[in-house]
């Protein structure tokens, strides 16, 4: 076994005893000593402070000082929660997503927002066409140059904007990519005002994106499907925007969504 062997089987050890900690924890239902942890998960008291200390700085846990205690944190069910709704978005919306798909014999996809940027949670494709947006389940793409990360914006304060161009500056991928923050705020007003929005070989030259929000039943933006497809294939835009535009009316209702007429 070479030295790169030995450093990543070390890595996954570590990375075993941290989550034996987190089980160990969750399933005492109430504050624990070191001593405690470090008894049930059969580690010794140094390791088990080291990683108590990493989970802390990282705001998994909290440490009672005068109790001499430890804690989880609600952090572990944000991403509980964010998982649980994912499955759910993916197991509720890839019928919508499909239909897209087999309309335009295109690719279609399903999008969240996660830390300012775009993740792909769903993708239908037709492996007939030479030619086809490069999207993936598990992909990450910018927001300023996507019409699924548009969508997600028009929800953004003028302040959160500037937060998301100091966080995530505006690269320019292609001549068409949208960079200054006034002309992006334009862009977002149309996109509010028609209820989709497009992107058109700003991101990835030859393609073009149209997306529609899908709003949870308390009338936020919580997911994007979209269309993607080389520049040339999609000629008959108002179509393809009146058949979105009802696939964001049927997706939202099925999420229980009302407000649209």
Same mark, same amino acid.
């Given at each position: ?7 990543? $089987? !070390? ?17 005492? &239902?109430?504050?624990m &000593? ?28 909290k440490?009672?000082d ?32 499909? &239909? %897209?798909?087999?309309?335009f014999?295109e690719?279609?996809s ?5 830390n ?22 598990? $992909? ?9 990360? $548009?969508i ?10 500037? %937060?998301?161009q100091?966080?995530?500056? /505006? ?13 992006l ?14 992107s !058109? ?5 030859? /393609? ?10 308390t ?10 497809c ?7 835009? $108002? ?11 049927e ?9 649209m007429?």
């Amino acid at each position: 076994m070479d030295d790169k062997d030995v450093k990543s $089987k !070390k890595q996954n050890i570590s990375l075993g005893r941290a989550m034996l900690i987190l089980e160990k924890m969750v399933s005492y &239902r109430k504050p624990m &000593r070191l001593l405690d942890i470090a008894n049930d998960s059969g580690l010794s008291s140094s390791t088990v402070y080291r990683f108590l200390n990493a989970f802390i700085e990282c705001g998994y846990v909290k440490r009672n000082d005068e109790a001499q205690t430890y804690s989880l944190t609600l952090k572990l069910a944000e991403i509980g929660y964010y998982c649980m709704n994912n499955y759910q978005l993916t197991d509720n919306l890839h019928e919508y997503v499909e &239909r %897209i798909s087999r309309h335009f014999q295109e690719t279609a996809s399903l999008c969240v927002e996660n830390n300012m940027q775009v993740v792909y949670l769903d993708c239908v494709g037709d492996s007939n066409r030479l030619l086809s947006s490069n999207v993936r389940i598990g $992909k990450v793409v910018p927001m300023h140059c996507t019409a699924e990360g $548009k969508i997600f914006l028009t929800e953004y304060s003028e302040e959160k904007l500037r %937060i998301l161009q100091e966080r995530r500056p /505006f690269y320019k991928f292609t001549e068409n990519t949208i960079c200054a923050l006034d002309d992006l705020k334009g862009e977002l007003e149309e996109t509010m005002k028609r209820g989709f929005a497009w992107s !058109k070989e700003e991101h990835e030259v030859g /393609f073009k994106t149209l997306a529609v929000p899908v709003m949870s039943y308390t009338g936020q933006i919580i997911a994007t499907i979209s269309l993607s497809c080389p520049i040339q294939r999609l000629q008959d835009e $108002k179509e393809a925007v009146l058949f979105m535009k009802n696939i964001a009316k049927e997706s939202s209702r099925a999420l229980g969504f009302r407000g649209m007429p």
